[in-house]
């Protein structure tokens, strides 16, 4: 059994940064991937950035340099910054956990930028 919350999501404008969070509980173990996925109006959801239990990461184009995943595994959470935000980052973000061949998803938190 795996819970997983966000938070952090909200409004703000072109230019500013949001920090989102996902709190991970129940069943955790040793080695898992943390993705961040989000899903726009209209679109399809799609990776946005992914995080080992050892660290490694891996971020698509559109957000690289402006967005940064990070992992806390003494309290098994993934964090997103986000800074320099875009009306296009629009969406809501989805945290995911993948471990032992198994799929976990939270409920989602709102991204708004205004331009």
């Known amino acids: 059994q795996v819970q997983l919350v966000e938070s952090g999501g909200g409004l703000v404008q072109a230019g500013g940064s949001l920090r989102l969070s996902c709190a991970a509980s129940?069943?955790?173990?040793?080695?898992?991937?943390m993705t961040w996925y989000r899903q726009a109006p209209g679109k399809q959801r799609e990776l946005v950035a992914s995080v080992t239990s050892g660290g490694l990461t891996n971020y698509v184009d559109p957000v690289k340099g402006r967005f940064t995943i990070s992992r806390d595994n003494a309290k098994n959470t993934v964090y997103l910054q986000m800074n320099s935000l875009k009306p296009e980052d629009t969406a809501v973000y989805y945290c995911?956990?993948?471990?032992?061949?198994?799929?976990?998803w939270g409920k989602g938190t709102l991204v708004t930028v205004s331009s």
């Open positions: 995911n956990i993948v471990q032992r061949g198994r799929d976990y």
């Open positions: 129940g069943n955790i173990f040793g080695m898992n991937i």
